[in-house]
């Protein structure tokens, strides 16, 4: 298990009235930290926000949105640098510089594959494993490979989760509105799980295909919807976890399968997804189980974790409103018309007036895609040579257009180029070299048998 070479902050178990005393220590231990050893790295939206815009009185109505979304706005959905800054974000510059550095590593060794190698992807594997390139790249093949075998791509299209709301009645969870940035919120009751029948009504294998199904359906969809929605690129999620009445009992044999392979996937394959997570409703039996699952966890996971007991709606009212809280965490909402929160998969992925922009910018991508793809095939039809390393965008993929000669992107494929270049013309020099040196060996051996 890897360790990053940093001080992580104890994670503090509180109960009662011992909350207002949690907070408080937390923040004299953030200060230890700081002054002991490196800290962790800031939220992985912090460099990301879009600066605000002049004109923000006018707000988006349902009957505004769908009358601009006519034709001539989506042709120029691809042009919107704010759309495309809120979803692609600013990069902090030093990230920027390592991201290409990443980028030529696995060029040089032809592992840059045209799908799942965007900025904030490479980021993502570089920030799990503290920018080590190394350790990066191994971590990032791993991933590839896996998606490969797990023929993610194809998963979404071809599982037929057929007891979706059998699996919520047994094993209640779902994402259900946003914090106060305009992160996702998602939540689970283990508490409330009932494992026995949950093995009714399905598999541990197509509970792990349902669960991947939904981290891409997050990493695709409702990262890009929040943040249409917040004006600024998210990309955590909050997580709640209600442990009320969980103990040693319930981590039995079939459970503990479950849920390492979850945590496997999670930490392997979606790094740096999670902002924060708040465990509620921690009594004696969990603390014991906690014990056990810590050792299952990296560092970087356990220094997002906050344990709390009983006393915990303050903590989570100060991180999200009310209305986006359900009434059994201490909120306002119920989502009665959706037979209660966590079948109602309330959020702006699921708000019509951010889902039909998102909508159209897609649409605009396959456009632009199918017309970048007719003009290769005509500069293939006259000889043309295209870098293996120009990436096809994935129709969720929100990094800049590669048609844009002044992007980042660009400048990057052509300093790789050049590095290639220069790799090659040296290893001709040599060749050259080894070849004169064979010739003058050879013209030696012929004057003794032009003797002869």
Not at 79 to 106: A, C, M, N, W, Y
Not at 143 to 166: A, G, I, M, T
């Amino acid at each position: 298990m890897y360790t990053p070479k940093e001080t992580f902050k104890e994670i503090l178990i509180s109960a009662g009235l011992r909350g207002s005393e949690r907070s408080s220590s937390s923040k004299e231990e953030q200060q230890s930290t700081k002054q002991k050893g490196k800290i962790l790295h800031p939220p992985i939206e912090t460099f990301w926000q879009l600066p605000p815009t002049k004109d923000q009185h006018k707000k988006f109505t349902k009957s505004r949105t769908v009358k601009i979304m006519s034709l001539p706005f989506k042709k120029g959905v691809r042009k919107s640098k704010s759309l495309q800054t809120i979803l692609v974000g600013s990069h902090d510059p030093k990230d920027e510089q390592i991201v290409d550095s990443f980028r030529q590593l696995l060029f040089l060794e032809g592992q840059l594959l045209e799908k799942n190698s965007d900025y904030h992807t490479l980021l993502r594997f570089l920030r799990m494993r503290d920018y080590d390139l190394t350790k990066a790249k191994n971590m990032y093949l791993n991933y590839l490979k896996w998606r490969e075998e797990f023929n993610v791509d194809e998963l979404s299209k071809e599982l037929n989760f057929e007891e979706f709301n059998e699996v919520k009645k047994c094993y209640p969870h779902g994402f259900h509105g946003v914090d106060r940035y305009g992160r996702p919120i998602y939540i689970e009751r283990i508490g409330r799980v009932n494992l026995d029948r949950l093995f009714e009504v399905t598999t541990i294998e197509r509970f792990v295909k349902y669960h991947v199904t939904e981290q891409e359906r997050t990493l695709n969809w409702r990262y890009p919807a929040c943040s249409l929605a917040a004006k600024k690129h998210i990309a955590s999620t909050v997580s709640i976890l209600d442990v009320k009445d969980v103990g040693i009992s319930n981590f039995s044999k079939p459970a503990r399968s479950l849920f390492l392979e979850i945590q496997k996937i999670d930490s392997h394959y979606y790094p740096e997804t999670l902002h924060r997570l708040f465990i509620i409703n921690a009594g004696s039996g969990f603390k014991a189980l906690w014990k056990a699952i810590k050792t299952f966890l990296d560092q970087r996971t356990l220094a997002k974790i906050q344990v709390l007991g009983s006393n915990y709606t303050k903590t989570l009212l100060e991180v999200i409103d009310p209305s986006n809280l359900p009434t059994f965490l201490g909120g306002d909402c119920t989502c009665s018309d959706y037979g209660g929160c966590l079948f109602s998969d309330k959020g702006p992925w699921n708000d019509p007036s951010v889902t039909t922009i998102l909508q159209a910018m897609l649409e605009a991508e396959e456009e632009n895609d199918d017309d970048e793809a007719k003009s290769s095939a005509t500069k293939d039809s006259f000889g043309a040579v295209t870098p293996d390393n120009v990436s096809i965008k994935d129709v969720y993929d929100a990094t800049p257009s590669r048609d844009d000669i002044f992007g980042q992107p660009f400048l990057q494929k052509i300093l790789t180029l050049q590095t290639v270049v220069n790799d090659t013309k040296s290893k001709i020099q040599a060749l050259e070299a080894v070849l004169k040196d064979t010739k003058s060996v050879i013209e030696g051996l012929g004057q003794p048998m032009e003797e002869v």
